[in-house]
Nanobody, 126 residues
């Protein structure tokens, strides 16, 4: 099993920045990739970004490309999501997730991630 704990969510003004963290514990050696997803009220959970644990290659949703950066610190078993130029439409609960399966292309499908954190609320005021 892998346990994931997100932190860093808070209220920020539009145009501001925020960094989310996701700490992993347990059988972290089984993780191939980590992802960030978000879910706004009344909407489905959507993919934000993913990173391969070993090589560090990344993949972003078009809606955040150029504004968000995903990174990882293997020594700390932590994944980060740096969010810049925040918009009100970025308001959501942000979840990190872990994928145990090697995939040639990083997945943007929530169904393919095996472990999930509890989420952290990000609110962007206009």
């Amino acid at each position: 099993q892998v346990q994931l704990v997100e932190s860093g969510g808070r209220l920020v003004q539009a145009g501001g920045f925020l960094r989310l963290s996701c700490g992993a514990s347990g059988r972290t050696f089984s993780i191939d990739a980590m992802g960030w997803f978000r879910q706004a009220p009344g909407k489905e959970r959507e993919f934000v970004a993913a990173i391969r644990w070993s090589r560090g290659d990344t993949y972003y949703a078009d809606s955040v490309k150029g504004r968000f950066t995903i990174s990882r610190d293997n020594a700390k078993n932590t994944v980060y999501l740096q969010m810049n130029s925040l918009k009100p439409e970025d308001t959501a609960v942000y979840y990190c997730a872990a994928d145990r399966t090697y995939r040639r292309v990083l997945s943007d499908s929530a169904d393919r991630y095996d472990y999930w954190g509890q989420g952290t609320q990000v609110t962007i005021s206009s």
